[in-house]
């Protein structure tokens, strides 16, 4: 059965980290592009910061470029977002997502597959 099952969301204060995490099973991520996207109540997903498997080519939204970075570990089989100097506009549901032809990075169409959302919260 093919999954992605993320986590590491939680409550931090702003200026803090998060570091979130999603784990592949049933398939073999590193042929996968993946991405990582956000959705706040009441606002459209978007794609926060999204990694291709052809080329390496990173992609960022322009709100977390310098303060998100995104990284795989294909060994584990996990993908990662860290999340630096948090802000109260970073607080929303992430989904994690991988598409194995994904031409477009960051455009929720491209990918195949999603994981459970992980609620990251940033407050004092």
């Known amino acids: 059965q093919l999954a992605l099952v993320a986590s590491g969301g939680g409550l931090v204060q702003p200026g803090g980290s998060l570091r979130l995490s999603c784990a592949a099973s049933?398939?073999?991520?590193?042929?996968?592009?993946i991405g990582w996207f956000r959705q706040a109540p009441g606002k459209e997903r978007e794609g926060v910061s999204c990694?291709?498997?052809?080329?390496?080519?990173?992609k960022y939204a322009d709100s977390v470029k310098d303060r998100f970075t995104i990284s795989r570990d294909n060994a584990k089989n996990t993908v990662y977002l860290q999340m630096n100097s948090l802000k109260p506009e970073d607080a929303a549901d992430y989904y994690c997502?991988?598409?194995?032809?994904?031409?477009?990075?960051?455009?929720?169409?491209?990918?195949?597959?999603w994981g459970q959302g992980t609620q990251v919260t940033v407050s004092s």
């Open positions: 990694l291709s498997s052809r080329d390496g080519t990173t």
């Open positions: 997502a991988a598409g194995r032809w994904v031409y477009r990075l960051c455009v929720t169409s491209e990918y195949d597959y």
């Open positions: 049933g398939f073999d991520l590193d042929v996968y592009s």
